[in-house]
């Protein structure tokens, strides 16, 4: 059997891309079928670790583990404010503005009713500036 | 995600990992508490999901590499007082093959092929880790694998030694 095809079928057993067609040839080698029953023997073999890290391994870690501090992004550690805070303070101020130019609280402005003061005169002349037409 | 949850899901798979590349289980100990405790250590933890296990299997490798140099010399096969494996004797036996047939490995061979099933990553994650093109990934995976096929057909896995009839 050649290198190829089992090389083929150690890729398809770790469920990467192969070429369908090379792998169907492949499979009618009553040996590649072996192989590739051995290649998952091996990986239950070496995957079947009833191996564990001893007690004093989970005490130092409960340990550790214990301590950690949550996660937390940037601009949370930079700006603590909650967002119902910031929403509150935003009424409000809406509120104090909306007061702030109510009708009612506005003083009259007595330079609104006067007319403007002249800075120059023009005055028009009858006869030499402009003339009655007949 | 947190670093507790992060142990609870991989704390073993590093741990297996790690006893199969420095060939000691208390050095194994004491680098996936390492690995661990870096992930506390780490504010950021915005790792995109699914790829934690690539994150952690990355500090695991480091921490590996970084043993290795300071001893300078291959992890030996596991002892036989190291491995806690309850049960009769041909079962410990079979697991001691085993050991030892992984532990004969070229380094390289041993991580990658350890990575994919162990660490349960893909070709194009191994690849990242390790700096070698996929190509070599599936071809160093497929090479453990025909390794150990013949290592355990001739000790003591016993469905690979029924096979061989």
Not at chain 1, 66 to 73: D, G, K, L, Q, V
Not at chain 1, 74 to 85: F, G, H, K, N, T
Not at chain 2, 121 to 131: H, M, N, P, Q, W
Request: hydrophobic share 40%; glycine share 6%; proline share 5%.
């Amino acid at each position: 059997m050649k290198d190829e095809s089992m090389e083929l079928l150690s890729a398809f057993l770790d469920g990467e891309d192969v070429d369908p067609g090379a792998l169907a040839e492949a499979l009618t080698d009553p040996a590649a079928r072996e192989v590739l029953r051995d290649f998952a023997l091996v990986r239950s073999a070496v995957r079947e670790d009833p191996d564990r890290p001893g007690s004093a391994f989970y005490a130092r870690m409960e340990r550790e583990l214990s301590t950690e501090r949550p996660a937390t992004r940037w601009w949370r550690r930079v700006v603590p404010i909650p967002a119902s805070a910031l929403a509150a303070m935003l009424v409000a101020g809406v509120l104090v503005g909306t007061w702030a130019v109510m009708p009612s609280r506005v003083a009259p402005d007595r330079a609104f009713e006067q007319p403007p003061e002249p800075d120059r005169i023009v005055e028009f002349v009858e006869g030499v500036d402009w003339m009655v037409r007949e | 995600m947190q670093a507790g949850e992060l142990f609870q899901r991989h704390h073993l798979s590093v741990f297996r990992y790690l006893k199969r590349m420095t060939g000691s289980r208390e050095r194994a100990e004491e680098l996936t508490q390492e690995v661990f405790l870096r992930v506390v250590r780490t504010r950021s933890r915005d790792t995109a999901a699914g790829r934690e296990r690539a994150w952690l299997f990355t500090i695991a490798r480091n921490l590996f590499l970084n043993v290795r140099r300071d001893a300078g010399r291959r992890p030996e096969a596991l002892r036989l007082d190291e491995t806690r494996v309850p049960g009769i004797a041909d079962v410990v036996a079979e697991r001691i093959g085993l050991e030892q047939a992984l532990a004969k490995l070229p380094v390289t061979d041993r991580e990658v092929f350890l990575l994919r099933e162990l660490g349960g990553l893909g070709y194009d994650e191994i690849s990242g880790i390790c700096a070698l093109t996929q190509d070599a990934v599936r071809s160093r995976i497929y090479r453990a694998r025909l390794e150990l096929r013949e290592a355990l057909r001739g000790t003591s896995v016993p469905s690979l030694r029924e096979g061989r009839r």
